[in-house]
């Protein structure tokens, strides 16, 4: 990152995307301020981005953590630099973990809609139930 001291004053400019965070998490975390703007710029200050070099915005792509691009900002920007093979965009590593330990949960609660012929009231309150045991195990 020490190459990013040149564009010091760029960064501090593009930093107007990042108005939520506190100033000192994000002055040490140049990537993190350029990957808010790549993904919240409007076109004007695609210029400004751009001059960063095709090599510094790369490189902010394949540092990337969760929560820094959207969908489209993620798959414009590899576009955008032609690279080839897109990586799946980062996600948060406890997010994957609930969803694998939520996937009994949602398999009890397929086989009561898939399965159960009683009405919806008793389905629901079914469905309550393995919710309620799901969250006391951890598993939601």
């Not at 790549?38 to 792509?61: E, F, H, N, Q």
């Not at 820094?68 to 032609?82: A, E, I, R, V």
């Not at 008793?122 to 393995?130: A, G, L």
Request: hydrophobic fraction near 35%.
């Amino acid at each position: 990152m020490k190459k990013l001291d040149i564009f010091q004053d760029k960064v501090k400019y593009l930093g107007k995307y990042i108005w939520f965070d506190r100033e000192e998490t994000i002055k040490d975390n140049p990537y993190k301020i350029i990957a808010y703007a790549m993904r919240y710029a409007d076109v004007d200050d695609y210029p400004v981005l751009l001059s960063l070099g095709k090599d510094t915005l790369i490189d902010v792509l394949s540092k990337a953590q969760a929560g820094w691009f959207d969908k489209g900002s993620w798959n414009f920007w590899h576009n955008m630099l032609k690279i080839e093979n897109i990586p799946d965009l980062p996600i948060r590593e406890c997010l994957e973990n609930n969803f694998d330990r939520m996937q009994d949960t949602i398999d009890s609660i397929k086989k009561i809609l898939k399965n159960d012929d009683r009405d919806d009231a008793y389905k629901i309150e079914k469905i309550k139930e393995i919710l309620r045991e799901g969250i006391q195990n951890d598993n939601i």
